[in-house]
């Protein structure tokens, strides 16, 4: 009877143990299931924000698009704008230059025709009175030297114009005065020689100009003439006249010293680069230039 009785309690007991470990599994799943409805809830409520906000996004972009490349490339940018009205301007610019250069090349040439410069010579020697001449009655005590110190032109000028064979005046003679100041222009790259009467051309010569473009490049003056000139060379004296003396019948030197325009004993080298350094001419052309222009006539020489 008493073995019995322990195996009903040994039943019991393993009944009830099981019967606890059945409730404490139960209390257990209840706890752990509220934490994964949570963990559900928030993951199904985590993953419809986000479609709204998706929806909301693509809502937006639908009502602003976002710029694509495309449409950058379509807009205006004020720099290239700018850039684009720069370059127009530079482009104009340069047309306008262009255009004037032309001009002024064209009023050139037309000022340097042969026929026209003829034209302007002719009238120099006219006793008609222009815009570069005056009248002058002789007044007593006047002399020709006296009237072409006070106009800036030269005696031989005054006769020239005048027809006069020597060099006597008398009061009450009406006489022409040239009063347009002259100068000169040498282009070395041509060696031309062109005389100007108050920037008008009236002549145009050939010149020989300096060996290798030595001659000097600037603005002269003529500051002494003389007739038949001394070519004090390196180690001689060649008087006027010298089958030696390079500089023909006449000189007119320049403030830089040792340069200036004067007269040849080969006339072949005219429209070369032939001298030193100086201008030359033919000697019945130099003899014509330098009964002209006075002391003090301004001399450009370019390249």
Same mark, same amino acid.
């Given at each position: ?46 993953? !419809? ?55 002024v ?80 222009l ?56 010298s089958?030696?003396n ?28 032939a ?12 003899? !014509?230039?330098?009964?002209?222009v ?10």
């Amino acid at each position: 009877m008493k073995k019995h009785s322990f195996f009903i309690f040994l039943a019991s007991g393993m009944f009830l143990t099981s019967v606890m470990a059945f409730a404490s599994e139960a209390d257990v799943k209840e706890a752990t299931d509220p934490t994964s409805a949570v963990m559900e809830t928030s993951k199904n409520l985590s993953t !419809e924000a986000r479609s709204k906000a998706n929806s909301e996004i693509v809502g937006e972009s639908k009502a602003a698009p976002i710029a694509t490349v495309s449409g950058v490339e379509k807009a205006e940018s004020p720099v290239s704008t700018a850039k684009a009205e720069t370059d127009s301007s530079k482009a104009s610019s340069l047309i306008s230059s262009t255009k004037k250069a032309a001009e002024v090349q064209e009023k050139t040439e037309n000022a340097l025709n042969s026929a026209e410069m003829q034209k302007r010579w002719k009238a120099l020697f006219s006793k008609d009175i222009a815009a570069d001449s005056i009248s002058y009655t002789v007044k007593p005590g006047d002399s020709l030297y006296v009237l072409a110190r006070k106009n800036h032109t030269t005696v031989d000028f005054i006769k020239k114009i005048n027809g006069l064979k020597g060099d006597n005046i008398y009061p009450k003679m009406k006489l022409k005065i040239h009063t347009a100041p002259f100068s000169i222009l040498v282009d070395k790259s041509k060696n031309t020689l062109v005389l100007y009467s108050k920037d008008v051309p009236v002549k145009k010569y050939s010149v020989a100009t300096g060996k290798k473009n030595c001659t000097p490049v600037g603005e002269f003056k003529i500051a002494d003439k003389l007739v038949h000139p001394t070519w004090f060379k390196t180690g001689a004296i060649l008087p006027p006249g010298s089958p030696e003396n390079a500089l023909g019948t006449r000189w007119m030197g320049f403030d830089k010293p040792a340069y200036g325009i004067h007269g040849t004993i080969e006339p072949k080298s005219i429209g070369t680069q032939a001298s030193e350094g100086c201008i030359r001419m033919l000697n019945e052309e130099v003899e !014509e230039l330098y009964s002209i222009v006075p002391v003090g006539t301004k001399v450009t020489i370019q390249d």
